[in-house]
């Protein structure tokens, strides 16, 4: 049996997914930098001031907008993945 060889994109997506990394991390970034909030503490897992509502902007932009898994949203925003599902139904049902 003669192997053909793996075409490069497809080869780049087993290697490294989607690439919904890439898009997830650059999301994060420009809603931070348009919120005035650092990624620090965006992960720092508080809830004071605004970014309850910045975490709430990059979970649905990130789910609705790119696919992202919930596990992958969560290790981005600094929640647990049961919070990222309460965003979810909270903001879809209202």
């Known amino acids: 049996m003669k192997r053909t060889a793996v075409p490069s994109i497809?080869?780049?997506?087993?290697?490294?997914?989607?690439g919904h990394s890439r898009y997830a991390e650059?999301?994060?970034?420009?809603?931070?930098?348009?919120?005035?909030?650092s990624l620090t503490e965006?992960?720092?897992?508080?809830?004071?001031?605004?970014?309850?509502?910045?975490r709430t902007r990059i979970v649905r932009g990130l789910v609705e907008n790119y696919g992202v898994g919930v596990a992958e949203v969560a290790r981005r925003?600094?929640?647990?993945?049961?919070?990222?599902?309460k965003i979810l139904t909270r903001t879809l049902s209202s």
Do not use: D, F, M, N
Not at 42 to 54: E, K, Q, T, Y
């Open 10 to 18: 497809l080869a780049a997506v087993v290697a490294y997914g989607c």
């Open 26 to 37: 650059r999301v994060v970034a420009e809603e931070c930098k348009k919120s005035g909030v």
């Open 42 to 54: 965006l992960r720092s897992r508080s809830r004071r001031g605004r970014l309850p509502a910045v």
């Open 77 to 85: 925003v600094g929640i647990s993945t049961s919070g990222v599902s």
